[in-house]
RNA sequence: GGAGGUGUCGCAUAGUGGUCAAUUGCGCUAGUCUUGAAAACUAGAGCUUCACAGCUUCACAGGUUCGAAUCCUGUCACCUCCGCCA
């Protein structure tokens, strides 16, 4: 959600992200159209409360001398009322369908945020890490995990359907190690450790910006819940309508959930392995920062690193991707990709994502909090992946993968291994 | 699922038809004092506004009334007890 007087005040920008996004940018017109006419009416309705809050302050003063209410005020009273009785249901219907169309407006894309309409303007930031020779061809974490009995898709296609799988023996080991170890890392850097609700309501959903874009996304429960895709969404709205302190700020937590991701424009894409999946776990990271760009930006880099600094510890090569305005999410500002190298598959796969929002979701979800000159300012929101598995399991098995067929256990899992 | 209770401005509280933008405590912000801090004192804290003023708020949505935090109806959330259950 962007500040209406924002909106107003650069129609044409917000009209070009819309654009850049992808998205219909004549939602923009129909806004303020109908913000002009919301704030007409407004305008008439208050002009009508005060004639009706003069009046009943007549009747009072009457009442206090020991009078009695006179007819004619009385009266009065109550033309007004009938005035605004007639008016209050145009006005119910303005403000819906002004909080409609404002909650479909995208965020603006920073100014270093390429432009482009698909992922082919990407740009790559840069490479990291030296891509292991092989002494034999590498295959694909499918055929390693299947070798080793760590992977069953037929049976699970079998009771969950397509995209549905085990994970058996070490490979279940080595996942729950891969997320401790990523939870290690963001425990050392303060972060805030928990285990997130998955099953989460449309507030939460809208809040974090993935309604009205991303509904076709998910899966509801019968009882209107959703399975969250993410547990940004939990994370994020945690402090959702509370008035925070700048002194605690930035506030730092990470999470572990299982996510749910219906996949539904992706058939055909990745039906091998366990890349694309409808179930799978993850840490994520989330901050909440002071309402200033510059720092959020700071902290964009400083989880980037996070996550840089866990690939580097299990010396995965991966490189960083500046996304494109139209590869981005609506509520986004700025987004990297992390793609991590899978040697299987000759290819960088995306393993991990770092967005900032500024307060598009902080609006959305009322989360303030009180500065220190003592105005109260939306927080700014980002998150990013620390860990997903079944994908970076797979990345992991395919770089440590032997020629024997068995796979090398990364140094730094080690401690968490049972 | 059954019975009862609660929902007020960051937190906690007062407030049962007009004197309530709303009491008090804590916390917060600014100022005075101080080398600085603490303490004390003063002021401030919904929105629009330089201000005057206006509008709006007491979980949410309706209703009664000239006038509602206060009365009525519905909804939601939370709490307690009972039932069921990991």
């Known amino acids: 959600m962007l500040?209406?007087?924002?909106?107003?005040?650069?129609?044409?920008?917000?009209?070009?992200?819309?654009?850049?996004?992808?998205?219909?940018?004549?939602?923009?017109?129909?806004?303020?159209?109908?913000?002009?006419?919301?704030?007409?009416?407004?305008?008439?309705?208050?002009?009508?409360?005060?004639?009706?809050?003069?009046?009943?302050?007549?009747?009072?003063?009457?009442?206090?001398?020991?009078?009695?209410?006179?007819?004619?005020?009385?009266?009065?009273?109550?033309?007004?009322?009938?005035?605004?009785?007639?008016?209050?249901?145009?006005?119910?219907?303005?403000?819906?369908?002004?909080?409609?169309?404002?909650?479909?407006?995208?965020?603006?894309?920073?100014?270093?945020?390429?432009?482009?309409?698909?992922?082919?303007?990407?740009?790559?930031?840069?490479?990291?890490?030296?891509?292991?020779?092989?002494?034999?061809?590498?295959?694909?974490?499918?055929?390693?995990?299947?070798?080793?009995?760590?992977?069953?898709t037929d049976r699970a296609t079998k009771i969950a359907g397509f995209r549905g799988y085990f994970l058996k023996n070490d490979a279940l080991f080595l996942e729950q190690a891969l997320m401790l170890y990523a939870l290690s890392i963001m425990k050392k850097y303060g972060f805030t450790a928990m285990s997130a609700p998955i099953l989460v309501n449309k507030e939460a959903m809208f809040g974090t910006g993935y309604f009205p874009w991303g509904a076709e996304d998910h899966y509801y429960t019968q009882d209107g819940q959703i399975l969250a895709g993410t547990a940004e969404v939990a994370l994020t709205s945690y402090y959702g309508g509370e008035l925070l302190r700048e002194k605690d700020l930035p506030i730092k937590i990470c999470g572990i959930s299982p996510c749910f991701r219906r996949e539904v424009g992706s058939y055909g894409k990745d039906t091998k392995g366990i890349i694309r999946v409808h179930q799978f776990n993850k840490v994520e990271q989330v901050v909440l920062t002071v309402a200033d760009e510059e720092e959020t930006r700071k902290w964009h880099e400083q989880m980037l690193g996070y996550s840089e600094e866990l690939l580097k510890g299990l010396n995965l090569p991966y490189q960083v991707l500046l996304m494109c305005s139209g590869d981005m999410g609506a509520g986004q500002r700025k987004k990297y990709d992390i793609e991590t190298w899978f040697p299987g598959q000759s290819k960088y796969r995306e393993t991990h994502s770092a967005s900032y929002f500024n307060d598009f979701q902080a609006r959305r979800l009322n989360i303030r909090y009180q500065a220190k000159d003592g105005s109260t300012k939306f927080v700014y929101t980002l998150n990013n992946t620390v860990a997903a598995s079944p994908r970076l399991l797979a990345a992991v098995i395919e770089n440590y993968q032997k020629a024997d067929g068995s796979v090398e256990i990364p140094e730094v899992l080690r401690p968490f291994m049972i």
Do not use: Y
Request: glycine share 4%; net charge negative; hydrophobic share 35%.
């Open 3 to 152: 500040d209406i007087n924002f909106v107003r005040q650069n129609k044409d920008q917000v009209k070009e992200a819309c654009v850049n996004k992808n998205l219909d940018s004549s939602i923009i017109d129909q806004l303020l159209a109908v913000d002009e006419e919301r704030r007409a009416l407004q305008k008439e309705m208050d002009a009508l409360r005060t004639e009706a809050n003069t009046n009943a302050d007549a009747i009072k003063k009457m009442v206090a001398e020991g009078g009695r209410p006179s007819a004619d005020l009385v009266e009065n009273g109550k033309t007004i009322k009938t005035k605004l009785k007639e008016l209050e249901p145009k006005d119910k219907e303005i403000n819906e369908k002004f909080v409609e169309l404002a909650s479909g407006v995208p965020n603006v894309p920073a100014a270093d945020v390429p432009i482009g309409k698909d992922e082919s303007f990407n740009q790559v930031v840069r490479q990291e890490g030296n891509k292991r020779e092989f002494d034999f061809t590498p295959k694909t974490h499918e055929e390693v995990m299947k070798n080793l009995d760590w992977l069953d």
